[in-house]
């Protein structure tokens, strides 16, 4: 008896579980891809509309504005380093909306 409800229970499951797996979710997301000596690569996925793009120091908490217009959607970006201080820093670039972060990318040195 308990064979056959184990055998019922993996059958449910293989049908449950590529189904529930199928679904999108449509978070948003902020990928670094690259950068350069002058400039960073980021690749953004389901940003809702008038997003703004932001440096973020992680030793500091600090936000430096980029010169990047709002954004909404998926694309990619190339933002100068120009807007960062002069010297060695990590940080990451994150994507706000109405005061709240939406998205941030990994950390990179530069």
């Known amino acids: ?10 059958v449910i499951l293989a049908i449950v579980l590529p189904l529930a797996a199928s ?7 902020l990928n670094y891809t690259s950068q350069t000596a002058t400039d960073v690569n ?11 793009i932001v440096f973020l120091n992680e030793i500091s908490g600090v936000e430096i504005t980029t010169p990047i217009p709002l954004l909404s959607g998926s694309g990619s970006l190339t933002i100068p380093l120009s807007a960062l201080p002069l010297g060695p820093g990590q940080y990451y670039v994150l994507a706000r909306q109405s005061g709240s972060w ?5 950390m990179f040195y530069v």
């Open 1 to 10: 008896m308990r064979s056959h409800l184990r055998v019922i229970g993996l």
């Open 23 to 29: 679904e999108h979710a449509d978070a948003a997301r």
């Open 42 to 52: 980021v690749v953004y996925f389901d940003l809702p509309a008038g997003t703004k």
């Open 102 to 106: 939406v998205a941030q990318s990994v």
